[in-house]
């Protein structure tokens, strides 16, 4: 029930069903492993939550417990949701520590070939990436992305997640054909698959990225149509007061001034 209500989103429900959960397994004395999980998901609720500071005590106490099992992928899970954590906190030189310690874990037990490990990878990129460090984000996308392809497939959505977070990475150190030749790339795999509208949401992220090349390369009219395209995409997924439904807007208003028209912007 608590998982199933993480994945709907109903995190109060969620806090209350773990934290009862929690009481009940000290009560009865459950396993060790049991009781880890429960505050591995107590510490990912109040994180989406953003109640940071019990999201990193629950983290923190099942850590604690965790290593005295020994070195394990439920560690290096660990190891890279306080990662997440400290990301979402603004630290992300504590971060990419806890990056670096889940990617020791999983190199020693699964050598350095594992999904968990190209998790850990895309992890760290994504620290690198917040750091502006992009070159250290593209090599570790692509290290993920070699994991992901070989378990996954070329066109896997978690390869495309890869794929798209290298043209960022791009798009950061200005090279905008780069970044424009993944990100079309991105888009064609999205729509060559047999069922596009279950990836709207990826794909009007990608529509999104493309105008913002378009912005930067001051072709503004092209930039405009791509961000009404993402918009019109994400409103029909999305509440329209969605915060990324509100980027897109005040991306479309930017696009717009440029182009001087003050009065549609």
């Known amino acids: 029930v608590g998982v199933l209500t993480i994945k709907i989103g109903d995190y109060q429900t969620c806090l209350e069903y773990f934290s009862t959960e929690l009481e009940v397994r000290r009560d009865i004395g459950s396993r060790t492993c049991d009781i880890i999980f429960t505050k591995r998901c107590l510490g990912d609720i109040h994180r989406r939550l953003k109640n940071y500071d019990e999201s990193l005590r629950y983290f923190t106490e099942a850590i604690d417990q965790q290593q005295s099992m020994g070195r394990s992928k439920p560690l290096a899970s660990l190891f890279n949701a306080i990662g997440v954590l400290q990301i979402n906190k603004g630290n992300v030189d504590d971060a990419l520590q806890y990056f670096e310690n889940a990617h020791d874990v999983l190199k020693e ?157």
């Open 109 to 265: 037990i699964e050598g350095n070939n594992d999904l968990s490990t190209a998790t850990t990878l895309q992890n760290k990129g994504n620290a690198y990436y917040a750091k502006e460090s992009f070159d250290k984000a593209i090599i570790s996308y692509r290290s993920s992305m070699r994991l992901l392809k070989k378990a996954l497939g070329d066109d896997h959505e978690e390869v495309l997640g890869s794929l798209s977070n290298i043209g960022k990475a791009y798009f950061g150190k200005s090279l905008f054909d780069e970044a424009m030749q993944i990100f079309e790339l991105v888009l064609q795999k999205y729509k060559q698959k047999s069922n596009p509208e279950v990836n709207s949401l990826e794909i009007s992220s990608t529509i999104n990225s493309i105008a913002g090349i378009h912005l930067k390369r001051g072709s503004f009219s092209e930039s405009v149509m791509c961000y009404k395209r993402s918009l019109k995409m994400k409103e029909l997924i999305l509440d329209s007061e969605d915060i990324d439904c509100l980027e897109t807007k005040r991306n479309l208003a930017w696009a717009r001034f440029k182009q001087t028209r003050y009065t549609d912007a």
